[in-house]
């Protein structure tokens, strides 16, 4: 099983009341503008403009590098480097990791990762 099978399968195991969605990467003309993203919860952003659009909390996309998750909604709530401590090989941002080999990835770690940033994210100002 490839990296991306295997994280999507934990996901739906670990997590399977979350709501799944997926987003092909293509803008309204149909053209490519970032990689196919598997979702995974939701939430509603209202924008300044009135705007509300609804949003994955979890984002898990193939990438060239790997695997990325991108954790939507936690910025300035939640030290991720931090809480990614012990996680194992990947590289870890404001609000996405990277990661090469899953199977390498301490999964309790990212378990607790998961749900902190769930929490975090359904309590968007």
């Not at 659009?53 to 939507?72: D, E, N, R, W």
Request: proline share 2%; net charge neutral.
């Amino acid at each position: 099983m490839d990296n991306l099978s295997a994280f999507l399968n934990w996901m739906k195991t670990e997590f399977p009341h979350l709501e799944r969605s997926f987003h092909d990467g293509k803008n309204e003309l149909g053209k490519q503008v970032t990689n196919p993203t598997y979702g995974f919860g939701s939430f509603e952003q209202t924008y300044a403009n009135g705007e509300v659009k609804t949003h994955f909390q979890i984002g898990v996309a193939a990438t060239s590098s790997g695997i990325s998750i991108y954790l939507l909604g936690i910025r300035g709530k939640l030290d991720l480097p931090q809480l990614c401590l012990g996680l194992g090989k990947a590289k870890v941002t404001g609000y996405c990791i990277s990661f090469k080999n899953f199977a390498a990835l301490d999964q309790q770690i990212l378990y607790i990762v998961m749900t902190e940033a769930f929490r975090c994210s359904t309590h968007l100002a």
